[in-house]
């Protein structure tokens, strides 16, 4: 006894040894895993922040821009007509919350003052300097008044009048007016949207801000997924944040399955010693099965059953079974004794010929883990409850592991007797495993993706609604936006989020907008596979191209024209030109619509290439510089 236990020790040693170097691998994975899944969680917030930040101050731009234009419109009025000019104007801002005063060249109040408190007539320092300077240069000027609460803007413009000193326009926009463009883009309680100054002073935001969001060298604060966007007139930055935390609480509750699984599998490690015996149990437990389902016989009721079989259809059954890559199997419950055909042979990767193979022998090519289910669904076949189903991972002689599907039944004898044998087949499942495991993975990323494109259509309908003049234009300009982003969704999908070539892509993008002027945009360029996220931006601005053509520019031309065309200037380097000719002028100092915005922001910060508009006699371009590696790669397909 003494000797046995003596010889036992050693083994539990090196079996806790084992279990030890298999634990802590698996679970070091695992907590790698959940760190690549936080990290992914925190790559979309910021993906969403990026995208708010640059939508909400392309819009920020766009106020401002259209209220600047009202204010300019104001100029030249002649006398006869100023003070119902100067009531109407006045009106239609008061409406909107804002202050309009009206100054002269000394900054002397000119307008009524009556019901208005001082305090908001009376200029600061920087404010007299801002007002000079506009009537000085004619140039827009913007100052901030106040805290970010209470606060706002003051914008100056001046007015020059005829045969007499310019007047100075003063409009007092509070932060209420920016902070309702802000709301447009808050989906949630959890986001916060702030339009910044140059010197950190918040003009408006969309609700009460975190202090870190005010800190522009805080986007690498593990408490605060934020982003900045720079609008492209005034100066200003609009900052998007949202705290981690919003996604902690998932991160946690995935945290502590894992520290449950990890104790769990630490308290079975302490019986790993099992696992070396455990092929000691399982041989006496299949030897019992097959002895209490074996019944002396003098006959051999499996010869007397095939006899009067005519062989044309075996022959024909075996060439039906092979054509599926079928393979049967018979298990003599007698001997212990398992034959397979040659098919069963070719999954396990033995030699054709070696086809007889003892019970327990077999047993021990099945994945550890799988064997008390194939054991529990033997038995429940011996006894007669089911037929035996099961699918079980075997491993191949090379140490492959392969998913195969075992079907079989008692096969009794011709007279009734008891059942001496096992029969069935087998075939491999692997690559229908292997294609759920895929589908699943590709139905996560499609539930991710789907949430970052239902924010970005909510943003476009919105921003398209607010430049549309009636329903039906809305409508118009909106469906086809969608098509232009359905367009790009197709070809990403259909490559597996693997890449997108660029001819593709445009002429895709043109087609679902143009339609039947689509032939009247040619497209040329050496190939180009984009990333996804570069096809899906990328989409939008040639989208947003191809929308303005039609509606503004050449298209709307019998004699326009336009080319689409991109080089390498070096190997590392790609340059997109969108030229238009033939076409009605283009104002480049005109206001920046919605289309001009989405195209000049996310080319730069979208795609961080650097934009050009240009205009002349001759047309409009508009090119696109940059380095290839932030849309993508060259490749051999010639366009």
Not at 103 to 128: C, E, F, I, Y
Not at 282 to 298: D, G, R, T, Y
Not at 525 to 553: D, F, K, R, W, Y
Not at 590 to 610: D, I, M, N
């Amino acid at each position: 006894m003494s000797a046995f236990i003596t010889t036992r020790a050693p083994v539990r040693v090196f079996a806790y040894a084992i279990c030890l170097a298999v634990l802590v691998p698996s679970l070091s994975f695992a907590a790698y895993l959940l760190t690549q899944m936080h990290a992914q969680e925190l790559g979309s917030l910021r993906e969403s922040a990026q995208s708010r930040a640059a939508l909400a101050a392309a819009f920020v731009d766009d106020q401002m821009a259209s209220l600047i234009a009202t204010l300019k419109g104001f100029s030249g009025t002649p006398a006869a007509a100023s003070e119902s000019r100067y009531a109407s104007l006045r009106s239609e801002l008061d409406q909107k919350g804002i202050l309009l005063f009206v100054r002269g060249a000394n900054l002397d109040l000119l307008s009524p003052t009556s019901g208005v408190d001082d305090a908001l007539t009376s200029l600061s320092k920087p404010a007299r300097a801002a007002a000079t300077a506009a009537l000085s240069t004619f140039a827009p000027q913007i100052t901030p008044y106040g805290a970010s609460k209470d606060g706002g803007v003051n914008v100056w413009v001046a007015a020059p009048e005829k045969d007499a000193a310019p007047i100075l326009l003063q409009a007092r926009i509070p932060s209420a007016y920016l902070t309702s463009a802000l709301k447009n883009f808050v989906s949630d309680g959890l986001w916060s949207m702030a339009v910044i100054c140059g010197n950190g002073q918040v003009f408006a935001g969309s609700k009460a801000l975190p202090s870190k969001l005010l800190d522009t060298q805080a986007s690498g604060n593990a408490a605060l997924i934020q982003a900045f966007a720079d609008t492209s007139q005034f100066g200003w930055k609009v900052a998007a944040g949202v705290p981690s935390s919003s996604i902690e609480a998932r991160t946690r509750r995935n945290w502590m399955t894992f520290v449950a699984i990890s104790s769990l599998l630490a308290m079975a490690s302490f019986t790993g010693a099992t696992l070396l015996t455990r092929s000691l149990l399982e041989e006496p437990k299949l030897n019992n099965l097959m002895q209490a389902a074996a019944m002396p016989s003098p006959t051999d009721h499996r010869q007397t059953s095939r006899q009067g079989r005519p062989a044309g259809a075996a022959d024909r059954m075996r060439v039906a079974l092979q054509a599926g890559n079928i393979g049967v199997w018979e298990f003599n419950l007698k001997t212990g004794l398992v034959h397979w055909d040659g098919e069963i042979a070719r999954i396990f990767n033995l030699h054709p010929g070696d086809n007889d193979h003892v019970g327990r022998d077999f047993l021990r090519r099945v994945v550890r883990p799988d064997r008390n289910r194939l054991l529990k669904a033997f038995t429940a076949a011996l006894a007669g409850d089911a037929p035996l189903a099961v699918e079980v991972r075997i491993r191949r002689p090379d140490s492959e592991i392969r998913w195969i599907a075992v079907r079989g039944a008692l096969a009794g004898g011709a007279d009734g007797s008891a059942a001496r044998e096992m029969a069935g087949v087998a075939y491999d499942i692997t690559d229908q495993r292997l294609n759920l495991t895929r589908t699943h993975a590709l139905l996560r990323e499609v539930s991710h993706r789907s949430k970052n494109l239902l924010a970005l259509i909510l943003a476009m309908a919105r921003l398209t609604a607010r430049d549309a003049v009636d329903v039906k234009s809305h409508l118009k300009d909106f469906t086809l936006r969608v098509a232009g982003l359905s367009a790009s969704q197709d070809l990403i999908v259909a490559s597996d989020w693997q890449s997108v070539d660029l001819a593709t892509l445009a002429t895709a993008e043109i087609g679902a907008v143009a339609r039947t002027d689509a032939d009247r945009i040619v497209i040329s360029g050496p190939p180009v596979s984009l990333t996804p996220e570069a096809a899906q931006t990328l989409g939008m601005v040639i989208t947003e191209l191809t929308l303005n053509a039609a509606e503004h520019g050449a298209l709307t031309s019998a004699k326009g024209a336009v080319k689409l065309s991109w080089e390498f200037p070096d190997d590392e380097t790609i340059s997109l030109s969108w030229r238009e000719t033939g076409g009605p002028e283009f104002v480049m100092d005109g206001p920046r619509g919605y289309g001009r915005s989405v195209v000049e922001r996310f080319s730069t910060q979208g795609l961080k290439l650097a934009a050009h508009a240009a205009a002349d006699a001759h047309g409009f371009q508009w090119t696109l510089v940059g380095p290839l590696a932030n849309i993508g790669t060259r490749h051999e397909k010639t366009v």
